[in-house]
């Protein structure tokens, strides 16, 4: 693998989602913060691009429900500006390019050169929660795609999804996901799409 044409991808590491006090707390998430910060670690190291994506609600925000599905519709959660909304200290991006999903963007150049980039989004879908996200990818044109972070059953397979329509190769580190209960998992979808799954430390190995 050349690490010019890879990126990692981090998937909504955020305090609601991985802390047990979060709002939408994901039981056993705060385990895998170790590992985060191992692959934080070496993107640093090894100079690798990290998208990061962020649920940045507001309060009309489709998916928050007052009496909520946990499927389709969840309590409020990641709201904007909130602590919440932030990254777990072992994922927090350094000094990222940050694309909201509710401004207005006409220059995508600057991600070609930033080491860390944040998406935020208004929905579980990181393609549809954020208009810019396939400006975003365009500019940085990878050829692999490696995937870590909360949920495996929502958003990352939303991620994984959209990321094996647009790029050659789709990794998912298996040891840095998590899932919510009561929502069927990924797996065999992502193997029909030709996603690849490896531990980190196979991957590490190979770059």
């Known amino acids: 693998m050349e690490n010019e044409k890879l990126i990692f991808w981090n998937v909504d590491t955020q305090v609601d989602f991985v802390e047990p006090e979060g709002k939408l707390y994901v039981e056993g998430a705060e385990k895998i913060k170790p590992l985060w910060q191992q692959i934080t670690d070496f993107a640093k190291q090894k100079n690798i691009c990290v998208v990061n994506t962020a649920d940045f609600h507001y309060s009309e925000s489709a998916e928050l429900s007052d009496t909520p599905d946990f499927v389709n519709t969840f309590p409020q959660h990641c709201m904007a500006n909130t602590p919440g909304a932030e990254y777990v200290a072992e994922t927090q991006p350094e000094e990222p390019v940050i694309f909201d999903w509710n ?10 050169s930033a080491r860390n980039i944040v998406i935020r989004k208004d929905a579980f879908d990181v393609f549809a929660g954020n208009p810019f996200t396939d400006n975003i990818l365009e500019n940085i044109n990878p050829e692999i795609v490696v995937v870590y972070g909360v949920t495996t059953n929502v958003c990352v397979n939303d991620a994984v999804v959209g990321l094996s329509k647009r ?3 789709v990794i998912v580190i298996e040891d840095a996901i998590k899932e919510l209960p009561n929502i069927p998992l990924p797996f065999e979808e992502w193997e029909k799409l030709g996603v690849e799954m490896m531990t980190f430390e196979d991957l590490a190995a190979k770059l």
């Open 103 to 112: 401004y207005d963007y006409n220059n995508f150049e600057a991600v070609q």
């Open 167 to 169: 790029v050659e190769r």
